[in-house]
């Protein structure tokens, strides 16, 4: 039997297209008998035929927002929790509706994973398992992406968020590739990264620490920086030949007293505060970015105003 292509042809498709269905759908041949005609080259040739998975299986670095004029928001450190329904979260939705950002950007620690913490077990402290907290932060974020309809959606990868990975490709390093074994699989309305950019500003979770970290960053960095990690919830200007520009905490979205850190914080006071940053562009340059903070259970304080979250 003469066959539609030769050896020459599959073998040139196969390391062109590295995908046995992309293979599969040009040259018009079945699966099966693809990897029929496979099987039979690397027979003759003693060379095997190997689809070689993307290198980059996890987040880009950089995305860009290219925004000259409009808002976006930003939060982090959610550590969404199962039950936990916190004011911050309220406004977090409300303000989304009310402002329609051309963005919202997901700084961080979304998701906590107490049970895989490199922190040894407190006592017989209970924690949420990983599908529990994962359930967790799939019916917030959705709310989220709800509110926020076609506005963009970024999540820059926390430390945090990193244990999901870390701990799967140290105890199971066979299954990289597989889906649902990246953070990024539960959640693709979310556009996963590094470092968010927009001209003169970049966000990203963490860099500098220690209470001094948002005048630190903004100095070393040489433009605005927004970050998460310390939950402080603050703006500092920095200014020097070249004008002013900011160092911002965007706090965090959990209640610093929520259970997720009730154990380790040993009820010490903590200099930390629940809520998130407004960021607004004119003409390209960043104006003084805004902080909407916890009033109380059920108000937050922004631009001189308490405002009622408790209906979202």
């Keep these: 039997m003469q066959l539609k292509y030769t050896d020459a042809q599959i073998t040139e498709a196969w390391q062109r297209l590295n995908s046995p269905s992309a293979v599969s759908k040009e040259l018009g041949i079945s699966i099966r008998n693809l990897h029929a005609r496979r099987r039979a080259i690397e027979s003759k040739t003693g060379e095997l035929l190997v689809y070689k998975p993307p290198e980059h299986a996890t987040h880009p670095d950089r995305y860009d927002l290219g925004i000259l004029n409009g808002q976006i928001i930003v939060f982090s450190d959610a550590h969404f929790w199962p039950g936990q329904r916190t004011t911050a979260f309220k406004a977090?939705?409300?303000?989304?509706?009310?402002?329609?950002?051309?963005?919202?950007?997901?700084?961080?620690?979304?998701?906590?994973?107490?049970?895989?913490?490199?922190?040894?077990?407190i006592a017989w402290e209970k924690t949420?398992?990983?599908?529990?907290?994962?359930?967790?932060?799939?019916?917030?974020?959705?709310?989220?992406?709800?509110?926020?309809?076609?506005?963009?959606?970024?999540?820059?990868?926390?430390?945090?968020?990193?244990?999901?990975?870390?701990?799967?490709?140290?105890?199971?390093?066979?299954?990289?590739?597989?889906?649902?074994?990246?953070?990024?699989?539960?959640?693709?309305?979310?556009?996963?990264?590094?470092?968010v950019w927009n001209g003169d500003t970049v966000i990203k979770h963490r860099w500098k620490g220690g209470i001094h970290a948002t005048h630190n960053n903004t100095v070393g960095a040489g433009v605005n920086i927004v970050t998460g990690h310390l939950h402080s919830l603050k703006v500092t200007p920095y200014d020097d030949y070249r004008g002013t520009r900011f160092g911002v905490d965007t706090g965090t979205l959990a209640d610093p007293h929520g259970p997720q850190f009730r154990a380790y914080l040993e009820e010490s006071p903590t200099n930390w505060r629940s809520g998130f940053i407004v960021l607004t562009w004119k003409d390209g340059r960043l104006l003084w970015p805004e902080i909407v903070s916890v009033f109380d259970k059920n108000h937050v304080q922004f631009r001189g105003e308490v405002i009622n979250v408790s209906k979202f």
Excluded: M, Y
């Design 128 to 195: 949420p398992s990983i599908i529990q907290e994962l359930k967790a932060c799939e019916a917030a974020l959705e709310e989220i992406e709800v509110a926020a309809g076609r506005a963009k959606k970024i999540w820059t990868l926390g430390n945090h968020d990193a244990r999901f990975e870390s701990r799967l490709s140290a105890q199971a390093p066979q299954f990289e590739f597989v889906h649902g074994f990246h953070l990024k699989d539960h959640f693709p309305s979310w556009k996963p990264c590094w470092s």
């Design 92 to 121: 977090l939705l409300c303000f989304i509706t009310e402002l329609q950002p051309k963005a919202i950007v997901n700084n961080g620690d979304a998701f906590d994973g107490a049970s895989i913490s490199r922190h040894p077990q």
